[in-house]
């Protein structure tokens, strides 16, 4: 059951405890002087995730022949200059902010990859090479999110966060 919940990060593993398990476990850390940095993948949507069956394929990355990238099979690339996923993932980012009290978020990928054209028409690109001016967006987006809800969360980024230095830490 566990696996069914991969990518889709709001959504606590039922087969774990659910929401209440996830709180609980983190007052418990935090009463013991504690942090959490919750993890979440900025590139990839599995396809069989909930994100991944409804709205992640029309904020993929579509490569020049018209197929979607795929870093790993299986998985949909997002293209981080689409304004709709950057703000699916701050609100989500900061929904799991007030249902949980976490102390950050982790952001795996986003800054640790190659630069990715996207060539997907639905996105109205001015050119495919948006991936660098996409991922300050993002992160600008998910920066402002977090803050609303606690201006002293942490967003971690691993990779070469030189693009990111101005929204994580």
């Known amino acids: 059951a566990n696996f069914l919940n991969r990518g889709d990060y709001f959504f606590a593993a039922d087969n ?3 929401l209440d ?3 609980s476990g983190i007052s418990a850390l935090h009463r ?5 940095l919750y993890y979440v993948e900025g590139l990839i949507v599995w396809k069989r995730s909930r994100i991944g069956r409804t709205w992640a394929k029309d904020w993929a990355i579509m490569n020049e022949d018209g197929t979607y990238s795929e870093s790993y099979r299986g998985f949909y690339d997002m293209c981080p ?4 996923w950057q703000e699916w993932f701050g609100k989500t980012a900061a929904a799991i902010l007030r249902s949980t009290g976490v102390d950050g978020f982790f952001i795996d990928s986003l800054t640790a990859t190659n630069t990715h ?4 028409p639905a996105h109205h690109h001015p050119h495919p090479y948006v991936w660098t001016w996409g991922l300050r967006q993002f992160l600008r987006r998910v920066r402002q999110e977090v803050d609303a809800v606690n201006p002293e969360v942490v967003l971690f980024s691993d990779g070469e966060a030189y693009l990111a230095r101005e929204f994580t830490e």
């Open 32 to 36: 013991q002087n504690g942090h959490l």
């Open 117 to 120: 054209r996207c060539f997907n």
């Open 16 to 18: 774990l405890g659910g």
């Open 21 to 23: 398990a996830e709180r």
């Open 81 to 84: 200059a689409v304004p709709a």
